[in-house]
């Protein structure tokens, strides 16, 4: 039998450390430990790379294709010795053993355990959103999305018919940050790349709708913001249906609780997030959206050497609220706990988690974007908000891979000019839709060409 490497009774006497999660926050961990003498890490993901979230929607709106966006983990720590990347699925965790199993059999065991396997899509118990609708999370979602869009305005340019039946009807839900930057993104793409595309299509034809149950865009943001965004979305030719819920997703519509129901093949969900599985599966106690509930020095009472951070934990804030689910935030809690390890590791106390807050920021769409920044929220629209945007983001992309140039570039391409190519993956489940027979249903709005 061979020696389990993954065992730190094994003679090793480096401190073992396992990761869950290669997003921002277990690669803020990693990057916090690699070339550390008295470390060894094993890094499980899913995937073998890391993918930028922030950027999921433009590649969604075919803006970005997939390897601009996804980042290889192996490659990340090419030169660090002590960092060995495993690509596997975890679905057993045990805090008490400081051990996890993963799909394949195999279990790892560490001196510590850092969790950090990020968020899902969380419907709600929505009636048919899990089946119907399309989550944006991950790369595979963004790309599923943007075959979908694709595959809509496709089967309409073919048939024209299919317009009646909702084919160029968009329904996005949630009016959050993520949920109003694709409404934007969604916006550009039918108003200034389609109709280029599709010479023959009536793209005028096409709906966008957010809806949301809260009453503004951007929640958690300023007034002033909430006006700038709906405003930028409005010039798009987006109806914002506010205030109202989403009852039910089918194939082929969306019912709202006003009793409204949109003929749609394209529901995209940006209506809110859970935490990943191993939440579920570690036993560790879940306080809002299942996320584990932890202290400021990012372990669960009572559970020593285990630390969870990012998007799967409530991180007490300072004003006892949790921090919100940022990259920023996830990226520094990471880096947290690599500066706690290795402190323990000196004999010295761990590092409680002090957030540097950068702001909060969104782009909607095209030269529009809205930041709000340092202690007092210095609210920055436009090309300077962007601007804002552009450095917060190429900071978080930092921490994630040693070059940014390329990516500053692409912003700025981006917000001045730059159109995506409208690649369709025929093999993908999300491009081929089943029209069935023509049923009546009310479509709201028309999308007006912007003033
Ligand atoms: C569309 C979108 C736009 C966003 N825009 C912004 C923004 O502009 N600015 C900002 O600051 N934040 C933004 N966020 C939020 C930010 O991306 C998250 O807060 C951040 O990614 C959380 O980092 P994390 O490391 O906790 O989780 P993630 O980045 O989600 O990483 C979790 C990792 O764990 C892996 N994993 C999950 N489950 C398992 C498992 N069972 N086994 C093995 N591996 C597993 C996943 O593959 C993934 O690589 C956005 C989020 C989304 C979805």
Known sequence: ???????????????????????????????????EDSVRVTLIDQHNYHQFQPLLYQVATSQLSASDIAFSLRQAFHDDDNVDVKLAEVTEVDPSTRSVRTTDGETYRGDVLVLAPGAQANFFHTPGAAEHAFPLYSLADAERLRTRILAVFEDADRDRALIDQGALNFVIVGAGATGTELAGAMGDMINET??????????????????????????GFSDRAHEYASKALQERGVKLDLGTGVKEVAADHVLLSDGTTIKTRCVAWAGGLMAASPAAASGLPQGRGGRIDVGKDLTVDGVPGVYVVGDIANIPGPDGDPFPQLGSVALQ???????SILAEIAGEPPKPFHYKDKGIMAMIGRGSAVAEVGKHRHELHGSIAFAAWLGVHAALMSGVRNRIEAF?????????????????DQRSGAAHIDWGEPEDAEVTASLAPPP
């Open 333 to 339: 809690s990471g880096q947290c706990v690599a500066d």
């Open 408 to 424: 500053i570039d692409w912003g700025w391409d981006y917000f001045s000019t730059t159109r995506g190519p409208q690649v369709l």
């Open 1 to 35: 039998m061979a020696l389990d490497t993954n065992d730190p009774t094994n003679g090793n006497p480096k401190t073992h450390v396992v990761i869950v999660g290669g997003g921002f926050a277990g690669l803020g961990c990693a990057r916090g430990l690699a070339g």
């Open 194 to 219: 389609m109709p280029a595309e599709y010479h023959d299509l009536a793209v005028q034809r096409a709906t966008i709708h957010v809806v949301d149950l809260g009453h503004v865009v951007l929640n």
